[in-house]
């Protein structure tokens, strides 16, 4: 049985001072412990502040990006090293933002993911197609190719720590969620793809979040399907009251 895993991605929003602000909130509203795994993704100037809050509480820490050498002259990134010494223990990868926005290909994808195992982060990698992808009956391909290029090369042992995002670049910061019959499609698809890759026990464990416009009102119907393992939360994350709906909608 696959651990649910409910992720806030905040985006470029919060400063450090309504960061700390907003996960005392989602403490506060969390109450004591939850069935499923949570983490926030803060920005990156907001990580070490936040840190310190979430210590001994159920919600983890999650970074936006991570760079895929260790140091080195690459101004603006941020390795994974010292993301793993802030406390993080997820970083998202490959979001369609920055696939769209800062020339991210799967060829780097793939590079961060990697160096985030290697450093003992648990990489959170997104896929998902664009409306003329799925218009034109692309959503397949398309994805495939994401997540054959994008998780292309990961060792053996590594597989357990992976987790997929499937999220439709339509229903990003739309309102308009694929449908739970779409979603549980894709996911269903996804995890064909990584049963050839890495073999039967390695795609039952796999978790494959959904993301794109889930709200407390849509959660509990996603995350109801077989294949839905959890959800990657934009906008909803970034009040404590729909974070938490979403959260306990998983149960
Ligand atoms: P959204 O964003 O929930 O605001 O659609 C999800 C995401 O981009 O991860």
């Not at 664009?130 to 391909?141: F, I, N, S, V």
């Not at 996911?187 to 039952?204: D, K, Y």
């Not at 959904?210 to 939360?233: C, F, H, Q, T, V």
């Amino acid at each position: 049985m696959r651990k649910k895993l409910v992720a806030g991605n905040w985006k470029m929003h919060k400063t450090r001072k309504e960061a700390a602000d907003l996960v005392c909130a989602i403490l506060a509203e969390l109450g004591g412990g939850s069935s499923c795994d949570i983490a926030v993704c803060p920005p990156f100037t907001a990580l070490d502040t936040v840190a310190p809050l979430l210590k001994g509480t159920p919600v983890a820490l999650g970074a936006q990006n991570v760079h895929w050498e260790v140091h080195g002259a690459f101004t603006g990134e941020i390795s994974a090293v010292m993301l793993k010494e802030i406390g993080c223990v997820y970083a998202i990868i490959g979001h369609s933002e920055r696939r769209q926005y800062f020339g991210e290909t799967d060829q780097t994808v793939n590079a961060r993911a990697r160096a985030a195992l290697t450093a003992g982060l648990l990489p959170i990698v997104c896929v998902g197609e664009t409306l003329a992808q799925r218009d034109g009956g692309e959503t397949e391909k398309v994805v495939e190719a994401q997540v054959r290029r994008g998780l292309a090369d990961i060792p053996a042992d590594q597989w357990s720590r992976v987790v997929i995002a499937y999220e439709p670049v339509w229903a990003i910061g739309t309102g308009r969620t694929a449908t739970p019959q779409q979603a549980q499609e894709v996911h269903a698809l996804i995890r064909r793809i990584i049963a050839e890759m890495a073999g039967a026990t390695v795609a039952q464990g796999l978790r494959i979040l959904y993301g794109g416009s889930m709200k407390p009102a849509n959660a509990r119907e996603l995350m109801s399907r077989p294949d839905i393992d959890g959800g990657l939360i934009g906008g909803a994350a970034l009040e404590a009251k729909s974070f938490v709906d979403i959260v306990r909608a998983s149960a």
